[in-house]
């Protein structure tokens, strides 16, 4: 590796830590500790799992050195530490909690100094980067679960710059040159045939991601443009469902997104956010749709509008792709595969941009709506 490219892994890996501590930066350390939410972790926790996330590899697993708190990575352990339980442990806090993030990253500067990181490299953690795209991926994912936890905390407003890092619109994988027609009604009609599904064998991707694969599939219709507040508001009226999660009434009817401790209508023209795949799938059944398979949503991925501002969610459960192998750990992806789990895809406007790629593969408990989690319905062709 050349030295240029280790000083642009460090610039990666101090902007995106540059991006979690502004993110935090508006709360104080009560908030940062407090619990809003069973499924949410505190704050603090979540920081102390991302220093300790890099600990592990950076330091203690490529550079071979011990841990700075002894035993104290058993705490941040996300199998082992259920979210519900994460706020009673006995963590790192406040000021010891920053002094802990800035002694990693000055150790894992020290081992980046030493490593040798290439194509040819022997060990496949360090092979093309691997392990510090892993890094950089966890970090920016834990982003995203903040932000899940500050739609909670009242008057926390998203300092502006930060949006810029964010994305609201999809870098779509224009190498592919599946059919893909204009049909009735806003939807795309998509010609049967075989599909390469997943990452190519080059770049970083999540082990569930791959191997890529041929899929055959039969002609399908699946919609532009994800459903709309408007859409499911149509829905709640006719079906009696629940609202989305941070809806409530306003005196006149109509309806308020209280995220924050706002009180702001809700736009009908905005895709609907933070439903379950319950909903979903009811939503798609009244519609007279269904939702899109996974492998459905990736061929068509290339021509579909508004991907990047709702986590779509897909009828198929979260499984292992025909040759899967856990790298570098299982507890990532194996440990979730079954019929318990159902797949999203696309990304939210609080996902990063690095994250957006037609192979990713995010999953979630069905009943789940925390997440920014949105609908876009499919059909038979």
Do not use: C
Not at 350 to 361: D, E, Q, V, Y
């Amino acid at each position: 590796m050349t030295p240029s490219s280790k000083e642009a892994i460090a610039e990666r890996l101090a902007e995106a830590r540059r991006f979690t501590l502004e993110l935090l930066q508006p709360l104080d350390d009560e908030q940062l500790n407090r619990v809003y939410s069973p499924l949410l972790s505190p704050l603090a926790w979540d920081l102390g799992h991302i220093a300790n996330f890099e600990e592990l590899w950076l330091v203690q697993t490529i550079g071979q050195r011990e841990p700075l708190h002894g035993e104290l990575g058993r705490f941040y352990d996300a199998i082992e530490n259920p979210r519900k339980s994460r706020g009673a442990l006995p963590i790192l806090r406040d000021a010891e909690l920053r002094a802990y993030l800035a002694d990693v990253r000055e150790r894992t500067l020290e081992v980046l100094a030493e490593v040798e990181i290439g194509s040819d490299a022997e060990d496949p953690l360090l092979r093309e980067g691997f392990v510090y795209e892993m890094l950089l991926a966890h970090e920016q994912q834990h982003n995203e679960t903040m932000l899940q936890l500050l739609q909670m905390v009242d008057d926390y407003t998203l300092p502006p710059h930060l949006g810029s890092r964010l994305t609201s619109t999809f870098i779509a994988d224009t190498a592919r040159k599946e059919e893909v027609t204009t049909g009735e009604g806003g939807a795309i009609t998509v010609s049967g045939g075989v599909y390469e599904i997943g990452a190519p064998v080059r770049g970083f991707a999540y082990d569930n991601e791959r191997p890529r694969h041929a899929v055959e599939l039969a002609p399908f219709e699946i919609d532009r443009t994800p459903v709309s507040n408007a859409t499911y508001i149509q829905f709640m009226e006719e079906t009696a469902a629940e609202p989305p999660l941070y809806w409530e009434r306003e005196g006149d009817g109509g309806w308020v997104l209280t995220r924050m401790g706002g009180r702001d209508p809700i736009d009908p023209a905005h895709p609907v956010l933070h439903v379950s795949w319950h909903e979903a799938d009811a939503l798609a059944r009244w519609a007279g749709k269904r939702l899109p398979t996974e492998h459905e949503w990736e061929a068509a991925s290339p021509r579909l509008d508004g991907v990047g501002r709702a986590w779509e969610w897909t009828s198929s459960d979260f499984l292992a792709y025909p040759g899967f192998e856990a790298f570098p750990y299982p507890e990532y992806s194996q440990v979730f595969f079954g019929a318990t789990y159902k797949v999203l895809r696309g990304g939210s406007w609080a996902t990063h941009r690095n994250l957006m790629r037609p192979s990713f593969r995010n999953w979630d408990l069905p009943e789940r709506r925390q997440i920014f989690s949105g609908i876009r319905l499919a059909g038979d062709a």
